[in-house]
């Protein structure tokens, strides 16, 4: 190999050129200066990636109150009982193992759900939305021009 050809190959040059083509024109961040306001933190960099990913990562305790706030929207979205069952007993094994591990951060408040209940407070929830889904087409369908309740059109 001669010198000219290693000369291309060098990283230096192949970025000197991609500069020239406007390669990096448009790049975020382009024209602001450096963030190093962390620069003494040996753990910046997965800082700084938590926050660019928009990524949360919260001590078992919080992150346990968290899921439970959440948890019967989470089995509303569900259409069986299996699948609902499967996600309380998910809960209740994480709330339970939380309870054994040395604590971390605020206590943990968050208590297993009784799954029956649970269960039962999610179909009573389900029911009551197919009987509005149910009365709301019933008025659309009364509502429906051409269309007269108990009679012929």
């Known amino acids: 190999m001669?010198?000219?050809s290693l000369r291309a190959r060098n990283p230096l040059t192949v970025t000197q050129r991609q500069a020239r083509r406007g390669d990096f024109d448009d790049l975020p961040g382009a024209g602001e200066p450096l963030d190093l306001s962390d620069h003494d933190d040996p753990d910046w960099w997965i800082k700084r990636y938590l926050k660019r990913e928009r990524l949360v990562s919260l001590p078992p305790s919080l992150q346990l109150r968290k899921d439970d706030a959440e948890l019967d929207a989470e089995l509303d979205a569900m259409s069986s009982e299996r699948a609902a069952r499967r996600e309380v007993e998910d809960f209740n094994t994480r709330a339970v193992n939380a309870r054994y591990q040395t604590p971390e951060g605020p206590p943990l408040i968050t208590m297993p759900r009784d799954v029956?209940?649970?269960l039962g407070a999610w179909a009573a929830r389900r029911a009551a939305r197919a009987e509005q889904a149910r009365t709301h087409?019933?008025?659309a369908t009364d509502s429906a021009p051409g269309t007269r309740r108990g009679g012929a059109a």
Do not use: G, H, L
Request: aromatic share 12%.
């Open 2 to 4: 001669d010198f000219d």
């Open 116 to 118: 029956e209940a649970t």
């Open 137 to 139: 087409a019933e008025i």
